[in-house]
């Protein structure tokens, strides 16, 4: 009986970190190397997706870098997260992506070193934002690159978007939150 007053404890304990835990709490590597707390975003709306150079989404670049650009002054921030996990559409290395992004988009939002967004390698933040913001139909798992994730300043993940929704149809959900 003991034991499993122990067990329930610890359970307990876990789940309350887990409820208690934000965006701000995840220090992730961005795509140069370098540890970076997303607690320096506090304030900021974020749009955290997914990406690939080899997608037919990939065009999506230049749609988040104009969002990017119009509203950077506001206190918005894409967040860029490359990842090999669809048809390998991101076989590149960290360095190789970053050069795609700058020579083919002109991309200056903050992109962040490949990563696991499903299976048993999810990157943490990941499994915060899925379990945020659950897909279609109550699944969890990012179906293709460019999911989207938006954030409001508090670091609330507020809403999920697919794929095939494009960076100017989230515009009108990142003004109203920018004038919150």
């Not at 900021?44 to 749609?63: H, K, R």
């Amino acid at each position: 009986m003991r034991h499993i007053f122990i067990l329930l404890l610890l359970l307990g304990a876990l789940f309350a970190k887990e409820a208690t835990m934000n965006l701000y709490d995840f220090t992730v590597e961005d795509i140069d190397g370098n540890k970076v707390s997303l607690s320096r975003y506090k304030g900021d709306v974020l749009l955290i997706v997914n990406v690939a150079s080899e997608c037919g989404f990939t065009p999506q670049y230049e749609g988040l870098e104009k969002l990017y650009e119009e509203f950077k002054e506001q206190g918005f921030m894409v967040l860029g997260f490359p990842s090999n996990q669809f048809l390998s559409q991101e076989p590149g290395t960290n360095k190789e992506i970053k050069f795609f992004c700058q020579g083919t988009y002109d991309v200056h939002f903050d992109m962040f070193a490949k990563i696991d967004v499903n299976g048993d390698n999810t990157a943490p933040l990941y499994n915060y934002l899925k379990t945020m913001q659950g897909g279609f139909l109550g699944f969890d798992a990012i179906k293709w690159n460019f999911t989207k994730f938006l954030v409001d300043r508090e670091g609330n993940v507020v809403k999920r978007y697919g794929p095939s929704t494009k960076p100017e149809d989230i515009k009108a959900d990142i003004v109203k939150l920018l004038e919150q």
